[in-house]
T-cell receptor, first 113, second 111 residues
């Protein structure tokens, strides 16, 4: 299994509070991604990174920001959480020998009350 | 708008028979396609992929077919096994390494 972890695994927070989710990899892969999974929508890309300090928006980036100061860490921040951001968040990495295959972390279940 | 669609939310198949999961896409610029399998409370795991320059890729019991003119791909699993019961997502790669996923098909293989 690819070395990819997410923290926290579960979080409950209140509307309006900031939240940061962390993704950590030990594979030295170039690309890192944040997705959210919601019923009826599958997985939707929030942001992705193609290198340290290089990031780009995905299809559902509003309300989210990201940072990547080290190859191994990719942070997702909800500046002011809303109930619509209640979801399961998955981090993924790619860029190994088969560059398009993504390896996913175990997910973070976020509930915004 | 959903650029990658899986119109069958669920599928049930008898053990030993063939499972066929379908996926349609709208963006002709997609150049790579992948299938992932997901168990509850876990992240998706990669299953098989195909480049847009090919029409078939096979890996053991899993075969992916791509019909570019119809913007359609399918995943065939034969023979199906109970351990194949999971949610299957198709995904498509756009330029810049951005990926679009379908909504998933829940496969149940009945022993």
């Amino acid at each position: 299994d690819a070395g990819i972890t997410q923290s926290p695994r579960h979080k409950v927070t209140e509307t309006g509070t900031p939240v940061t989710l962390r993704c950590h990899q030990t594979e030295n892969h170039r690309y890192m991604y944040w997705y959210r999974q919601d019923p009826g929508h599958g997985l939707r890309l929030i942001h992705y990174s193609y290198g340290v300090k290089d990031t780009d928006k995905g299809e559902v980036s509003d309300g989210y920001s990201v940072s990547r100061s080290k190859t191994e860490d990719f942070l997702l921040t909800l500046e002011s959480a809303t109930s619509s951001q209640t979801s399961v968040y998955f981090c993924a990495i790619s860029g190994g020998t088969t560059i398009y295959e993504q390896y996913f972390g175990p997910g973070t279940r976020l509930t915004v009350t | 708008d959903q650029q990658v669609k899986q119109n069958s939310p669920s599928l049930s198949v008898q053990e030993g028979r063939i499972s066929i999961l379908n996926c349609d896409y709208t963006n002709s610029m997609f150049d790579y396609f992948l299938w992932y399998k997901k168990y509850p409370a876990e992240g998706p795991t990669f299953l098989i992929s195909i480049s847009s320059i090919k029409d078939k890729n096979e890996d053991g019991r899993f075969t992916v077919f791509l019909n570019k003119s119809a913007k359609h791909l399918s995943l065939h699993i034969v023979p199906s096994q109970p351990g194949d019961s999971a949610v299957y997502f198709c995904a498509a790669k756009a330029t810049g390494n951005q990926f679009y996923f379908g909504t998933g098909t829940s496969l149940t293989v009945i022993p």
